[in-house]
């Protein structure tokens, strides 16, 4: 980034870390500031449909042909060449240099995974704003296998002077958070978030306060007006598999990228709201990683399931991933007392027999790169 001119040191940056509802949060963030007048960039990752939604301007991915010309002005940078970056560092440090060429007002930044080495990391203004969503387990071959040191990972965004929000969390995750604020003299709101429009789902409510929260901070501190409208407004944005709701084929379709134990619990409280006394059926599969919450992952679907589609995948974004092992799900499935469970290795077959069962709602969840690659195409009539 030096040697690049260190470009994210030009821009006024929100900085977005956790572990479940960090993406709608990004989301929201970055739509309230461009509904109160300003040029707003947008980092977010994994992207759901193509690469270029990591580089947004004003609520629109970078055009393909732009994105394209620019990134390879980008790749012949002797910087670039130099430093051989990763797939995720270079979309990073390719997303700071676009936005300081744009001159945006403000940037907000998803971080990738965890916090502390993570390369969203290089940002050292201390006007930086760290939101920090909920933090649970997930990817904790890397992180840690206590909340601990999963939160101490995500806190290491926090740097000298940065002003940190959060809603409340657990005793663990605050003494964390606590504990690094005090340690680099930086500032800490912590927020019970209440008052978020009804419409939306449950998990996105907390994740839309806590935006609201952020934009309220920056526009006090900046001195520009951001009203209830705005906010408002924001709330009736789509955000790409997250509860994205389609109908196709006479059914209603759900599909919403939720991969940890957190994210599903969440989801299933939502679902349960939104469509009470309503079973459902699904088509699930998650990443093989270490995560071991597959029980709780199924105990949470369990209760608003009847039917339990198992599919695989295998995507090479950022770095190849494969799905888990069917028969570890069903395992799983079966052990919380799932008793309709079939196993159909191609996604697409999984998701036609889907739209096959008598259910009127139905749900794909569990994984992103199984929505990016195989369901979200189809049912936007892209296949």
């Not at 958070?177 to 998990?203: C, M, Q, T, W, Y």
């Not at 369990?302 to 092992?325: C, G, M, N, R, Y």
């Not at 159909?344 to 992103?368: C, H, M, N, Q, Y």
Request: charged share 20%.
């Amino acid at each position: 980034m030096a040697d690049l001119g260190d470009p994210q040191e030009k821009l006024k940056i929100i900085h977005v870390a956790g572990t479940s509802g960090k993406t709608s949060t990004s989301y929201y963030i970055a739509d309230m500031l461009r509904q109160a007048g300003h040029k707003v960039g947008l980092t977010v990752s994994p992207h759901v449909d193509t690469v270029n939604e990591r580089i947004q301007l004003n609520g629109q991915p970078l055009p393909e042909a732009d994105f394209c010309r620019l990134l390879g002005d980008f790749i012949e940078l002797p910087a670039v060449k130099k430093a051989n970056p990763s797939y995720f560092g270079l979309l990073i440090a390719f997303a700071f240099w676009v936005f300081a060429q744009e001159g945006v007002d403000y940037a907000v930044i998803e971080v990738g995974l965890g916090g502390r080495l993570d390369s969203t990391n290089v940002i050292s203004r201390p006007d930086k704003v760290c939101v920090i969503a909920d933090i649970g387990f997930d990817h904790m071959g890397m992180l840690g296998n206590d909340l601990a040191m999963i939160a101490s990972e995500k806190a290491g965004i926090i740097q000298p002077g940065n002003q940190v929000i959060m809603a409340q969390q657990g005793d663990v995750v605050m003494g964390v958070i606590n504990s690094r604020v005090d340690l680099v003299k930086a500032k800490l709101e912590v927020l019970k978030p209440s008052g978020a429009p009804a419409h939306l789902p449950l998990f996105q409510q907390r994740n839309w306060f806590v935006a609201r929260a952020a934009v309220d901070f920056v526009a006090k501190r900046d001195g520009f007006a951001f009203s209830q409208d705005n906010a408002v407004a924001s709330a009736a944005i789509l955000i790409p598999a997250r509860m994205e709701v389609v109908e196709y084929h006479g059914k209603t379709v759900i599909l919403d990228g939720a991969h940890n134990a957190q994210k599903i619990t969440a989801l299933c409280e939502s679902i349960t709201e939104k469509y009470p006394d309503q079973k459902l059926a699904a088509v699930v599969s998650f990443v093989h990683d270490k995560d071991e919450s597959m029980n709780k992952k199924m105990t949470a679907l369990h209760s608003i399931l009847d039917h339990l589609i198992i599919t695989t995948f295998h995507a090479e974004q950022d770095v190849p991933k494969w799905s888990i092992d069917p028969d570890i799900i069903e395992r799983a499935a079966r052990m919380v007392g799932f008793n309709s469970v079939e196993v159909i290795d191609k996604p697409l077959d999984a998701f036609a027999a889907l739209l096959k069962r008598p259910e009127p709602v139905v749900l794909v969840t569990g994984s992103f790169y199984l929505l990016q690659k195989h369901i979200r195409p189809l049912v936007k009539g892209e296949l």
